[in-house]
């Protein structure tokens, strides 16, 4: 039955676009009131304790109202581990490497689920037990993302439900500090040849006029951009593979990654590149912020996604006082542009296009629209009905067809911790003071499911769309993991970095490319890139 909503609260609200705050990892939602809720689903059933995994900035707390709700309804004890987004892959190994396994198990890196299955993690999901207790979820895959349903197959058993984000139509931008281009009287650079200029502007024409030479043109992201304008995408947590000539090969091997290190190499000697890329660009926390950027190191970067970059008043959002309708008010400023204007309040951004190469290619790294893998652990088949109730659970927090309670199983609480701007149903007012908290969703134990390929109509992703963000993006040609890639492909991640830091710093000299791309190929990579291209053949008809 439907829940009475709690009293609205009658003060100003931020308008927050599907996902915002909750990072990138899930759109679900839901109305329901925690303190009457309804009848347990699960009622006449055998209570069972389900260890959960899921997106974190923050840990969820053990008394967190949203989990009492699902285990309410549901009639289960939830321990949710409390794993650190940034530390996700090394906090869970340790976990799994002292015998516990997670029942509902989120594996964020879609490589890793052949790994994790070859481990013995891993539960077969048989077919009909999904189709009959995640109907909902298997709608909307099939509905939004028909070529993902079997990415999760291995030797044709069902292992993964593929976690699909349709937000990743938007590649990450390109951003730029304006107050420093117009100080030097530049403009965002639209080929390789301008970028440089502008670069060595950053590095030598003191843009924060300070009278220190103590700011750079780019750190390690925006080198992706630089290979990008050379039709690859090197730097990633993931080897990056492209398409050519009918075929897969690894961007980071491709003959014009050395013409593009010939460029990077160069502007590092001449101080151009800030010194601590090496170490990124991030310096611990949200792992999306910039903190080079930030912190007003470099001048140009392509780190985080648009979310993490709006300015106020980019766009208008809604704003809800008690008795009368939304009305429209500036967004307020997020994540990297927040931090930057909190230190320097003068500082301005611009989003620019990547700038185009030598021949014609441009491009921004693209978050693959295959974001993770949802699993169920292997301890989970031994207790007869616990995988179907976990089934039946994730179902009904991440893909419920009632747009009121999808809604609330993502925000928390209607009246209390959210509500519509008006009887239209598109766009969602979190309620003060929780529009003012990060990570909110996690506080309250909500946004307990995992992502639906269910496209937002809110105007952040509007907004988006103007910054022709659906344009220019390189994605990854491989977004799963073959035998070879799972056997080799840390080892070849290490070889690749290593090879590139010394390129570019001068530690080894432009020639020794082709060495590296020998040893390469020689440590495993041969094998890698014929099964990558045995699976590209099959899922392509080529």
């Known amino acids: 039955m439907k829940m009475k909503r709690l009293q609205r ?13 909750s990072g990138c990892d899930s759109v679900v939602r839901s109305t329901t009131d925690i303190d009457e809720p309804q009848a347990s689903v699960a009622s006449a059933a055998p209570e069972f304790h389900i260890s959960w995994t899921m997106h974190q900035n923050l840990p969820v707390p ?4 949203m989990v009492r709700y699902v285990e309410n309804k549901f009639n289960v004890r939830l321990d949710i581990w409390n794993l650190e987004n940034n530390r996700y892959e090394s906090l869970l190994d340790m976990k799994l490497a002292q015998g516990a396994i997670p029942d509902l198990f989120r594996i ?13 993690m891993l539960a ?16 909307a895959i099939r509905e939004h993302a028909p070529s993902y349903e079997n990415y999760g197959t291995i030797d044709g058993k069902y292992y993964g439900i593929p976690v699909v984000n349709p937000t990743n139509i938007y590649r990450i931008p390109v951003v730029y500090r304006q107050d ?18 502008v670069i060595y502007a950053f590095a030598n024409g003191d843009p924060d006029g300070n009278g220190l030479k103590d700011t750079y043109g780019l750190s390690s992201e925006g080198m992706n951009v630089v290979f990008g304008a050379f039709g690859q995408i090197v730097f990633a947590d993931q080897l990056y593979f492209g398409k050519k000539d009918q075929e897969l090969v690894i961007g980071a091997l491709e003959p014009e990654m050395k013409e593009s290190l010939q460029y990077l190499r160069k502007w590092y000697q001449d101080g151009v590149i800030d010194p601590e890329f090496i170490t990124g660009e991030n310096k611990g926390g949200y792992k999306h912020l910039s903190h080079a950027f930030i912190q007003g190191r470099i001048g140009m970067t392509s780190k985080g996604n648009y979310y993490h970059w709006v300015q106020q008043g980019d766009y208008k959002t809604l704003h809800y006082r008690e008795g009368m309708a939304a009305e429209e008010s500036p967004v307020d400023a997020t994540f990297n542009a927040r931090e930057l204007l909190a230190k320097e309040p003068d500082a301005r951004i611009t989003f620019g296009q990547p700038f185009t190469g030598p021949y014609g290619q441009r491009g921004s790294k693209a978050y693959d629209m295959l974001m993770s893998f949802t699993a169920i652990g292997a ?29 609330s199983m993502n925000y928390g609480v209607m009246g209390k911790h959210w509500e519509w701007a008006d009887a239209s149903r598109k766009d969602v007012i979190v309620l003060p003071p929780y529009n003012s908290m990060f990570s909110y969703q996690n506080k309250i134990g909500a946004n307990l499911g995992m992502t639906v390929p269910r496209m937002p109509t809110d105007r952040g992703a509007e907004w988006a769309s103007t910054q022709k963000l659906d344009r220019d993006g390189i994605y990854n040609a491989l977004e799963i993991a073959t035998p070879a890639l ?30 590296f791309v020998h040893e ?23």
């Open 379 to 407: 301890d989970a088949a031994k207790e007869p009905g616990k995988m179907e109730r976990i089934l039946q659970m994730l179902d009904y927090v991440s893909a419920n067809p009632d747009l009121d309670e999808y809604t």
């Open 9 to 21: 609260l009658g003060v100003l609200a931020a308008v927050i676009w599907l996902g915002l705050i």
């Open 62 to 65: 053990e008394d967190a109202e």
């Open 180 to 197: 420093w281009l117009d100080t030097l009287g530049l403009k965002v650079p639209e080929t390789l040849e301008e970028f440089e200029k």
């Open 108 to 120: 964020r890196q879609p490589q890793d689920l052949l790994k994790y299955q070859q481990q013995g």
């Open 520 to 542: 390469f190929m020689g440590a495993g990579g041969a094998e890698v890139l014929q099964e990558a291209n045995d699976w590209y053949r099959e899922h392509t008809g080529q």
């Open 124 to 139: 077969e999901i048989p077919r009909d037990m999904l189709e009959q207790n995640a109907p909902n979820l298997l709608k």
């Open 486 to 515: 799972s056997r080799y492909g840390p080892e070849l991640m290490k070889l690749k970095n290593k090879a590139y830091v010394a390129i570019i710093t001068g530690e080894k000299p432009l020639s020794y490319f082709d060495e």
